[in-house]
């Protein structure tokens, strides 16, 4: 459950989370309710929150408290060091301001909700961490730049599948659900492109080719790991790094929020 693109330069990614202002700087909201989420079974099992912002409203459904301070903070969950509830336990948040605001300020309306609702504290360190970085590999990439006629959604074609208008930095966040470690966009490359992967029979499906067994070996490929087809078809790689970036520690936070 995570957003946000990272600069492959070493500067931009300390400053990438660029925390703001203490609390008592931010503008508030005009009314809000933070309560505990009573999901489905369901909807823990999909572990999908909504995050929906408009100029004077902010929803937050089925959400963690990491995923509260991703959006608030512009940060990616690797960046924030806490107690382990802050990722399991589920919160509704509606808010609403006195009027229309950049989205801007609305995050920063959010980090003085949460230090509110929370009695959250938190303070900044800077610590080398362990990333990917994806970047060209000995040849030149085999990347074909997106269109108007590229559409969208995963299409299915012949014995191939083809994830249209993806950029890198969505690659990226892609490769990191199947990591280790976070995968830092260091390629380059800022536009978009149609990314093809080949979908010939393989043994473990007995090599058919109905769009059945297509679709069951796209998912597969999507389930396990991006890697082989990112270095054999893409000409891209992926290398581990250690590189410093901005922490959000979390100092203090009840589980329990104060809800109105």
Not at 21 to 35: I, L, M, T, W, Y
Not at 95 to 113: C, H, I, R, S, W
Not at 157 to 177: C, E, H, I, Q, R
Request: charged letters at 20%.
């Amino acid at each position: 459950m995570t957003r946000t693109v990272v600069s492959v330069s070493l500067i931009a990614l300390t400053s990438y989370g660029a925390f703001g202002q203490g609390p008592a700087a931010h503008p508030v909201f005009e009314v809000a309710s933070v309560k505990a989420s009573k999901m489905s079974a369901v909807e823990a099992a999909k572990g999908r929150d909504v995050i929906q912002s408009s100029p004077d409203t902010l929803t937050m459904r089925i959400v963690s408290l990491v995923s509260c301070l991703e959006w608030a903070y512009d940060v990616k969950d690797y960046q924030i060091s806490g107690p382990a509830w802050l990722a399991t336990d589920h919160y509704d948040i509606a808010a609403k301001g006195a009027g229309p605001v950049p989205e801007a300020q609305m995050k920063l309306m959010l980090q003085t909700l949460l230090a509110d609702r929370f009695k959250l504290t938190l303070h900044r360190e800077q610590k080398e961490v362990p990333v990917y970085a994806l970047i060209h590999g000995k040849n030149p990439p085999k990347l074909h730049t997106s269109d108007d006629n590229s559409g969208s959604g995963m299409k299915i074609t012949g014995n191939s599948v083809t994830f249209p208008k993806m950029s890198m930095a969505l690659l990226a966040d892609l490769l990191t659900k199947q990591m280790d470690h976070p995968v830092l966009d260091m390629t380059g490359l800022t536009g978009r492109y149609d990314l093809t992967v080949d979908l010939s029979g393989s043994a473990e499906d007995g090599g058919q080719d109905t769009e059945t067994a297509r679709i069951v070996r796209a998912k597969m490929m999507l389930g396990r790991s991006l890697l082989p087809v990112v270095q054999e078809q893409w000409g891209l790689k992926v290398e581990g790094r250690k590189l410093p970036a901005e922490i959000l520690v979390i100092d203090r936070a009840e589980r329990v929020p104060t809800e109105n």
